[in-house]
């Protein structure tokens, strides 16, 4: 027994060791995937949410700009028809209170304006603000690669969608000298508006400033509708970038988180 028991007593101690250092190593290891967790949840609730309600936000504001724009364009079709209304109808035909119609329609021009300047400022701020979240999000989920690459491609094809706005734009008012508004005015002014002949001259004058107008807010329109398109095409891209990153380690679980 003397010549067994040392041995049996030193593999015993090296189990009962071997079990304590598992225990404390898996207790370790426990530790340090638990906090690993805390982190994936840390990063869910700071950077992917509010990234995503940020992005909402965005959006929503750029729906409105872009369809604003439509309805200044179709403002001033409004306005148009209205003086040309007033221009071809006798004061006694247009009634006493007739004067509440128009300003109406130019008070309402007016508010769209600035309700259009104020959502280009928001939309601008907007996608700056988004575009950070967005680089946030690609650094603390190790994408920034891939994101770097989805966000090259949405500026290439942003600055073309502003070329074109700005040909359009140039072509849409190239018979327009803007000078010769103020003699415009100076002459509608002078003139006497009672002769039917005068009237259609200034008409057409009118007609040939308030088309392009109209013309110009649908081409915003629709170049800020593809601008929304293509942002929409981004943040898909992005989103599915960012959410499958985050998924993965949250579905693999411990094990594919150990080995």
Known sequence: MSNTSPSFTSQL????ITIFLGSFLFAGILESYKKDQSVQKELIKDYYRPMRAMQATCASNHNQLFLKHGEMSGSYQLMYSELEH???TSESELGRDYEAIPM???KANSELKLKIKELNKNVSTCRSELFLKYEEVALVTGTYPEFYEFAQ?????????????????NENTKEIDPNELLPMMREF???DLSSHENKSHFLKKLES????????????METEQ???????????NIHTLFSKEISDKHSNGFLSWLF
Do not use: D
């Open 86 to 88: 007033m221009f071809v």
């Open 153 to 169: 491609e949405r500026a290439k094809t942003v600055n073309v969608i502003y070329s074109k706005r700005k040909e359009l734009a």
């Open 189 to 191: 002014l002078a003139k």
């Open 226 to 236: 593809e601008i929304f398109e293509t942002e929409h095409e981004f943040f898909k």
């Open 104 to 106: 109406s329609i130019f």
């Open 13 to 16: 101690l090296i189990a009962v």
């Open 209 to 220: 400033i308030f088309e392009p107008t109209k013309k110009h807010n649908l081409i915003l």
